[in-house]
């Protein structure tokens, strides 16, 4: 399963396109049109996924989400509130404007 939040490029780009409660799509470089969901960041795998990642080689999550797309595989899930990553300058300035109550961008 895949979190996903409705961003239509808002505060990243979109990289995911969904379809009821499954991904259709995902791409970090080639974006459609119908992509208008991002990647939360949160995954949940069982463990028969562990069969699909080649042994004694890298193998980033950007190659396994096609997979399981094309296998029907990868479930969505809406997370209806913008996550805040930390991993900038600017994330964390957005997110301690967000807790101090001055984020305007929701």
């Not at 399963?1 to 009821?20: A, F, P």
């Not at 974006?31 to 990642?53: C, N, P, Q, S």
């Not at 080649?54 to 209806?80: C, H």
């Amino acid at each position: 399963m895949m979190t996903v939040y409705k961003n239509y490029d808002h505060h990243e780009r979109s990289n995911t396109s969904i379809s009821g409660d499954m991904v259709t799509g995902y791409s970090k470089n080639g974006r459609t049109a119908e992509m208008v969901y991002v990647d939360y960041g949160a995954h949940v795998f069982r463990k028969e996924v562990l069969e699909l990642i080649p042994e004694n080689r890298y193998f980033p999550l950007e190659e396994l989400f096609p997979v399981l797309i094309s296998q029907k595989q990868l479930l969505a899930y809406e997370a209806r509130e913008r996550f805040y990553e930390i991993g900038s300058m600017q994330g964390i300035e957005e997110f301690s404007a967000y807790i101090r109550g001055k984020d305007d961008s929701i």
